[in-house]
Every structure is written in C-alpha cells, then in structure tokens.
C-alpha cells in the first residue's frame, strides 16, 4: 500500500492549470510538452512581479517511462536569484532525495523563509490491476544550500486527493545556453518497485515563483512580523521580442521533449522598485 501511494503522489508532479495573472504567453506550438508563463496583472518593467509557470504534458504523445527530470529556462533579465525569496535555506538529509517517499509534517522542518513558491498539480496512474486514477498534489519549492556555486532547490509534493503522501526532490539554479540566461531544475530519481505497481503519467503542474500567498517573518522592535517577500525583479527594459521561455522534460529511457513560450511586456512601466 505504501508503494501504491507513492506512485499515485509521484505522478502528480506535473503541469498546472493557468491562475489569474496576465501578460501570458502562449505556446510556440502544440506539441506534446506545452509551457506558458504569465505576470501578475498590475506587473510593471523594473518592480517585483510573481511568475506563475504552467506545464502541461500529453502522456499519448510521450514516452511511459518515468519523468526524471523538469528544467525550465527563462531570460537572463529576470531576478528570480537576486529577488526577495529564499532569505533562509532548507536542508534535509541525503536520504530524503534517496527515499523520495518521506514522512515529514508540514515544510519537513524547513523554515518559512526559504519558500519561493507555491503550486498544484495533477497525474494520471494506471495500475497494474487496469484502474485509472487522478490524483491531485501541492506542491512548495524552496531554496536549498549552495552547492558548486549553484542555489540549491528542494520540492515538496504532497497528495491531496485520492492518496496522501509527501515527496522530496532535489533541484538547482543554473545558468542556461542564449537566448537564456538561467534555469530551475528538479530532479526526480526513480523510486524501486514502481514498474511493478503502476504506470505513472504527469500531466500538469503549476508554480507560482513569489506568489502573493506566501509569507515571510522577521523580528520588528522585539515583535515577529509577517510581510509579503518580494518577487522576481523584472528589468527596467523589455527584452526584444518579449519574455521567452523554455521548459524540457526528461524520462527513464533516456528520452527528451521540450516546449517553449514567449511572453509579451507588461504595459506599464515603472521606476525600478525599492528593495527591503
């Protein structure tokens, strides 16, 4: 029953159904792997914005193996490392990443403070015995130690609905090839024993880097204060051609697929925003 869960949770790392910010992109074409990455309505060229990111995978157009591996690469002009999030680091134990099935209450003992982003998402599980299920997660990113240089990254996905239980990943910041400039990675090992269960379909998954959802605590005048951290930084001028965007997926069978988006300018145009 344990494996079964697992395989139910696992599945659910994947796209997301778009919120309610604009400035969107659609995708470059309707390929098997679709990405679109939108603003916050009220965004403007030079402040803080959250960025809502969407993947959607169609499992008829790819592979059945296990998805090891999302990267999502975005403009070089966007401060997604030099924002307002992760002022704290979560470190969890190399087994956590070894077991990926985790018993943990709440952030798994990681502080509020290095949350930088928050979302849901959606799989399909066939198991062995003919059923189809949907199963329904959250998932929260957060910053992890620095490693090589590189801002480390933990995930956390956890079963709503059917099952219930708690995953870890283990990802990164890195740079990226032009026209990017950098990339967040999430590396999903395969668990022992899931071929035997179940075959396990990502769909869909959303994450919302600096979502208005997320608070952050800092001691004011002998008083612990809640505040809204600020998001990513967009640069004081828009890049040429718009915001572009690029997400590849990788699978246990050494496979690949990719989509990418580009996103418009947001209309208004501020002074650079000023920071905490």
Known sequence: ?????????????????SAGAV???????????????AFDRDAALGAPTALAVDLRLDPSRLTTAQLTEV???????????????????????PRDFAQVLISAPGLGGCPRNAVMGVGTARAVVRLVDGQVIQEYATVTLLSGPVEDGRLGLVVYVEGQRPFGAK????????????????????????????EELATVSLVEMRIVIGSHAIRYFEH?????????????????????????FRAQVSFADGSHNAGSATTRCPRAVASPARRR
Not at 2 to 17: D, E, F, I, K, M
Not at 178 to 191: D, F, H, K, N
Not at 220 to 244: D, M
């Open 167 to 194: 995953l870890a990943f283990k990802g990164e910041v890195s740079g990226a090839e032009p026209p990017y400039g950098g990339a967040l990675t999430m590396r999903m090992p395969v668990i022992p024993g899931i």
């Open 1 to 17: 029953m344990r494996h079964r869960r697992g395989v139910a949770v696992l599945v659910a790392l994947a796209a997301l159904p």
């Open 71 to 93: 990267r999502f690469a975005y403009p070089r002009s966007l401060g997604v490392v030099s924002s307002g999030l992760g002022l704290d680091v979560c470190t969890r134990p």
């Open 23 to 37: 400035h969107a992109a659609e995708p470059a074409s309707g390929g098997p792997v679709r990405v679109t990455a």
């Open 220 to 244: 004011r005048g002998g008083a612990v204060v809640a505040y809204r951290p600020e998001g990513v930084e967009l640069p004081a001028r828009c890049p040429r051609g718009g915001f572009r």
